[in-house]
């Protein structure tokens, strides 16, 4: 017979309770009130009286009434504060997840829900003849009892205890929500509670923190499926974590599971349609879920990297979003939080018990980043702006187009229509009253609160004025226009207009900066109202209309600036130019096309024109004054304005100068019919106040028209006497100065003065004195300037010049040039007979002065010279001492020191600049001319060396080329000179050195560049003979000595100059102090001479000791072997001369040889050393060399 497990364990209660110690906990009574989505919430209690024993099920059907607890609450235990602070539906969630998991639990642990209780009655459920076994065997034997309780639990058949544990393992999770929902996600315990379950429930880490994430996702979701937000539940979240103690990676992985389902439970009834809509309930929960996990995510402390993994599995969970796009769905559901927060603060303000960290803090707990904070302070700002102006916080924009809105809907097909729709639209803008905004002000005290407001919100002072007069500004402009407007209708005064608008800024806080900027486009829109209306009249020509409209709006101008005079700006000084450019849309005329402009200005200027009791036409001052206003206004120039002038009078002007032209054009002009011609013109130009500038526009062609009449009609070109006075007359009638006739005498005139000058150049070239007056007598007829003259001068001397110097260069070619070079050079065969004496051409470019063309250069010069082309300018002063008598007889002179000028010549034309020669070879031209002037004996060297200067300067070479040119010759010449000379003297004396000065004069070498030149030869030289010296392999100490002394004399340096490495130097100085030292003429005491030795030779100190140590060491092996090998060989005396030679070398190292010498033969060695005959040495010398002997030999002293 069978029993069933549970009546088991109800037998077995008792023996479990005396042998386990288990008793019955009693579950304080709790309640707990929460709300789903806004609606009241139900009150779960348990039912009243004992709990049943091992937690069966009482004969209530509430199943909450079973939910208890394995561990000992604490006092508090009865908690429902997060439940109650919530109002959210995490713990509606855990209800549910708890009541579907009680659905899966087996009978036994759904009905028992003490886990160890379950496990015991799993042990309790062995067969009943297993207790009755045990009672039938009252042996002690423990092995007796166990065969007999196996045999029963054999036949018996009961639950196994395998099966009972997976079974209690299963109900863990619903053990940790039931645990979670009793004592609530803040209590202090519920941390230590739920780990308790895990051994309880026999679950091991990884599936116990799997169990615990679980429960996280579950109350997540059932917090996202209310779409009310609320600050407490991010402290609620926070709870959770620590109550499930869940890191960060756990955390992460439960949103995203939680975002997983809980999206896909939204999709099954809500569309993706009405997902897009920002306001559908599901939309909400959506974006609240984003928010609530962006906020546990930094809070969490995630690194930036984990924390983008992690919120894009989230974002990309709840419908494929980008991490941005989730992002700023999480922002938007944080904001309304932050402005409530903002909007508390404002009501809080002048409590004193707000500050910028409170709302530092709220920002951290919300995330709201720094940019959007300022945002959202800057709107918080301008919302307490609007309330201290006693306006509405929200500002409604959408009134503003009501008034355009019944054009908006009408469809226009054509261009007239649109037009049309736009003058409507105008009419009613036109149509507007200025609004009178004048009662909006701040109230008192507001500006105390805003500067609190300001602190509080962190805003810096220009961010807070620029918002004060964004709200501000258009109730300040509504009153600049209103008071403009009273001005220039003259209702108010300037002074009275200023200082209302003053007042105004005041009351609105509005600062000076603010208010110039803004100042300038309220008097443009002030004055460009006047002128949109004149533009209309001007259209349709309506004249009278548009004259008197300009005449008030010049009215209104002046007005306009009367009342900014009141206002001391330094920007409104040039009023024009600040109000009126035409070129800026902005500016009054700025909507004013060109020809609307020009157009007003047009209509206004021939209403200004009016007839005197003459009928004679003129403008009177005022209205010039006003046509200048006016131009002002619509940005026109002056020039435009002298247009219009000349316009209008210019064919009366132009009638009266042509007929008196004409008039003293036919001659006989006396002073009679000069006085009546000015008499009219005047009275044209006095009637109409036209300026001399147009009147000078109009004479200046007649006058040109009238040189040019008489110049065809001159024989030759040349004026008459009586044509050069008609000339003087016109030009005196003309108001025409006799310098503005220059050019065009010159145009007219100028070919008959060139050919004066060639006529007087004759055959010889040159202009002499008794032509110079008459020249200039004809200048003085033709009415050209001098400078003009000077010119025309030149192009005559130039063109006779090219000739010349064209002859010159081709001889020049043939002299230097080979045949088949100058073929080349011209592109013309020439044969044989063409160069000079029939011969081919012998010479070279360079030095060759074969054949003679100094003769035809020397009479391009004169040709120059001789015609006063060569000037003189002054480029600078020099002082010089004079001497002069003293004022007194017999005194004496005295010096003084006075500036002079210092002139340079100029070429005004050279044969490079008549394009008749090339550059290279006037180079070549001008190098044969030195050459030549330096190896010329004759006579003419003199006069070829003077003019070297100028010929370069002909040619049109620069001094720095000419020097460069002479530099090259005289290198060469040096270089020629000297190496002869110092072939066979060895050095240069006297003589040569002035025959060297000589030719640096005579090409003209500065004296730098001469002592470089002697200095680079004399280098070569020395250079080459050191090669020389070298190479021959016989060097000797008497060479090196000779060479060295010789450089030194010179002054060069072996290394530097000449070229001598550092290495040979030092071979050089070894072979010329061994033989000294090795012959005892150089000495310790003669050292002197090898410091100078070393010096001359440019090596340093330490360099001449080290070869000078090398070598004695080298010679002291060597003496040592010879000493040691006299004594054994018995040759006392000479091993004794050389100990002598040894103590020689010491001396020079004191003593210190580096030598490795026996004991016995150092002994021995200075016993010998010590017995020689000393006598005539002093005896200090003997000690010392001794001593010095001693050192070298290593002994002690």
């Not at 992002?327 to 927060?341: G, I, M, N, S």
């Not at 001159?714 to 050019?743: C, F, H, N, Q, W």
Request: contains cysteine; negative net charge; charged residues 30%.
């Amino acid at each position: 017979m069978r029993f069933h497990s549970a009546a088991c364990a109800v037998v077995l209660s008792a023996a479990a309770t005396s042998a386990f110690s288990f008793s019955p906990l009693a579950v304080p009574p709790a309640t707990s009130s929460v709300r789903n989505n806004g609606i009241a919430g139900r009150s779960f209690a348990p039912t009243s009286g004992a709990r049943p024993a091992f937690g069966l099920p009482s004969s209530s059907n509430n199943h909450l009434s079973i939910i208890s607890s394995t561990t000992t609450p604490s006092s508090s235990s009865s908690s429902t504060t997060s439940l109650n602070l919530a109002g959210g539906g995490g713990p509606e969630a855990l209800e549910d997840y708890i009541a579907t998991l009680s659905h899966t639990e087996s009978k036994l642990s759904s009905k028992l829900r003490n886990p160890r209780l379950v496990k015991l009655a799993g042990v309790a459920a062995l067969p009943l003849s297993y207790v009755v076994g045990a009672a039938v065997t009252p042996s002690r034997r423990l092995a007796a009892r166990a065969v007999v309780g196996a045999f029963a639990a054999v036949t018996a058949g009961g639950v196994g205890k395998d099966a009972v544990d997976e079974d209690v393992r299963r109900s863990c999770p619903a053990a940790i929500a039931r645990r979670l929902f009793e004592l609530g996600v803040d209590d202090a315990n519920v941390a230590d509670g739920i780990y308790d379950l895990k051994e309880d429930h026999g679950v091991d880490d990884e599936d116990f923190a799997n169990m615990r994430t679980e429960v996280y996702a579950v109350y997540l979701a059932g917090m996202a499926m209310n779409p009310l937000a609320k600050t407490a539940e991010l402290k609620e979240l926070a709870s959770l974590k620590l109550a499930l103690d869940l890191d960060n990676m756990q955390v992460g992985q439960a949103h995203a599971d939680a975002a997983a389902k809980f999206y896909r439970d939204v999709t099954r009834f809500t569309s993706l349609d009405e997902l897009d809509d920002e306001d559908h309930p599901d939309r909400v929960s959506l974006d609240k879920l984003l928010f609530l996990t962006e906020r546990a995510f930094r809070q969490g402390g995630e690194t930036e990297e984990a924390f983008t993994f992690e919120f894009s599995r989230v974002a990309r969970a709840l419908g494929g979003l980008t991490i941005a796009e989730g992002l700023q769905r999480a922002k938007d559901v944080a904001k309304p939080f932050y402005e409530r927060a903002l909007a508390s603060t404002r009501a809080k303000l002048n409590s004193g018990a707000v500050s910028p960290d409170m709302l530092g803090r709220a920002r951290g707990t919300l995330g709201i980043d720094e940019v959007e904070a300022k945002e959202m302070h800057i709107e918080a700002f301008d919302k307490e702006i609007r309330i201290q102006l006693g306006l509405p916080e929200e500002d409604d924009d959408d009134d503003d187009m009501d008034d355009y809105n019944e054009f908006q809907d009408k469809r226009v097909e054509t261009v007239g229509e649109v037009k049309k729709k736009l003058e409507a639209m105008k009419e009613v803008e036109a149509g507007k009253a200025i609004e009178d905004t004048s009662a909006i002000k701040f109230a008192d005290g507001a500006y105390d609160t805003l500067s609190k407001l300001q602190g509080v919100l962190e805003l810096s002072d220009e961010d807070a004025d620029y918002e004060i007069s964004a709200a501000t500004t258009d109730y300040w402009r509504n009153t600049v226009l209103a008071t403009l407007d009273d001005a220039i209708a003259g209702t108010k005064t300037p002074a009275k207009a200023w200082e209302i608008i003053n007042a105004r800024q005041k009351e609105l806080y509005l600062k000076d900066s603010a208010v110039r900027e803004m100042m300038t486009s309220m008097v443009m829109q002030a004055l460009g109202r006047p002128l949109e209306k004149v533009n209309a009249f001007a259209r349709v020509n309506n004249a009278a209309a548009t004259y008197d409209g300009l005449v008030d709006a010049i009215a209104a101008k002046e007005t306009c600036k009367e009342v900014l005079k009141e206002a001391g700006w330094s920007e409104f000084e040039d009023f024009e130019k600040a109000c009126f450019d035409p070129y800026d849309k902005a500016s009054a005329c700025g909507f004013l096309t060109n020809q609307d402009r020009h157009s007003m200005y047009q209509i206004f200027f021939n209403r200004s024109v009016k007839a005197d009791e003459d009928g004679t036409k003129n403008i009177s001052d005022e209205s010039y004054a006003l046509l200048k206003e006016l131009r002002g206004m619509l940005g026109l120039s002056e020039d435009e304005g002298v247009a219009q002038v000349r316009n209008y009078f210019g064919p009366e002007l132009q009638g009266v100068l042509t007929m008196a032209t004409d008039e003293i054009l036919r001659g006989n002009a006396n002073d009679a019919l000069l006085e009546n011609l000015q008499e009219k013109v005047d009275k044209v130009i006095n009637d109409f106040k036209l300026d001399a500038e147009m009147v000078y526009s109009y004479a200046g062609p007649l006058y040109a028209r009238a040189v040019s009449e008489i110049g065809a009609s001159t024989p030759g070109g040349i004026p008459s006497t009586e044509e050069v006075a008609t000339l003087a007359s016109l030009r005196e009638l003309l108001k025409i100065d006799v310098e503005e006739t220059y050019d065009v005498n010159l145009q007219t005139f100028g070919a008959a003065y060139k050919k004066g000058i060639k006529e007087a150049l004759g055959t010889t070239g040159v202009i002499t004195e008794e032509y110079r007056k008459p020249l200039e007598d004809l200048r003085s007829r033709l009415g050209v300037s001098e400078k003009a003259a000077k010119d025309v001068y030149l192009e005559a001397i130039g063109e006779r010049m090219v000739p010349m110097v064209q002859f010159i260069s081709n001889e020049m070619e043939r002299l230097v040039l080979t045949q088949e070079q100058l073929s080349q050079k011209r592109g013309v065969d020439f044969g044989e007979d063409y160069f000079k004496g029939g011969g081919k051409a012998s010479g070279k470019l360079g030095m060759g002065t074969d054949g003679n063309i100094m003769s035809d250069i020397m009479n391009l010069i004169d040709f120059y010279v001789e015609n006063d082309i060569v000037q003189k300018e002054a480029v600078g002063t020099k002082k010089v001492e004079r001497k002069v008598p003293s004022d007194e007889e017999g005194g004496e002179e005295k010096t003084i020191t006075e500036e002079e000028p210092v002139y340079e010549s100029t070429y005004p034309i050279t044969a490079m600049g008549l394009e008749c020669i090339d550059s290279q070879v006037a180079e070549l031209c001008y190098r044969q001319f030195v050459v030549s002037s330096f190896t010329d004996q004759s006579p003419n060297a003199a006069r070829y060396e003077a003019s070297k200067a100028t010929w370069g300067g002909i040619l049109g070479l620069t001094n720095e080329k000419m020097e460069e040119i002479g530099s090259n010759i005289g290198s060469m010449v040096y270089d020629n000179y000297i190496t002869q000379s110092m072939s066979t003297k060895g050095a240069l004396d006297q003589q040569d050195m002035m025959f060297l000065a000589n030719i640096q004069g005579k090409l003209g070498i500065s004296a730098e560049d001469g002592e470089r030149m002697l200095l680079d030869t004399q280098k070569k030289i020395i250079s080459e003979e050191a090669s020389a010296m070298f190479d021959s392999g016989e060097v000797s100490p008497e060479n090196i000595k000779a060479f060295r002394e010789k450089c030194n004399s010179m002054g060069l340096d072996l290394e530097g100059d000449v070229g001598i490495t550092k290495s040979r130097l030092i071979t050089m100085f070894q072979l010329e102090i061994t033989p000294g030292i090795d012959s005892g003429e150089i000495t310790i005491e003669s050292a002197d001479m090898l410091a100078e030795i070393q010096e001359s030779l440019g090596l340093t100190e330490e360099e001449g000791e080290e070869v000078v140590a090398g070598l004695i060491t080298d010679r002291a092996n060597g003496i040592l072997a010879d000493i040691i090998g006299c004594m054994m060989r018995g040759k006392d005396v000479m091993s004794v001369e050389s100990m002598e030679k040894l103590v020689q070398y010491a001396a020079f190292v004191d003593g210190d040889l580096g030598l490795q010498v026996e004991e016995a033969n150092a002994n021995r060695a200075y016993n010998l050393f010590e017995s020689k005959d000393w006598s005539g040495v002093d005896e200090a010398d003997v000690e010392r060399q001794k001593e010095l002997l001693k050192i070298a030999f290593g002994m002690s002293s």
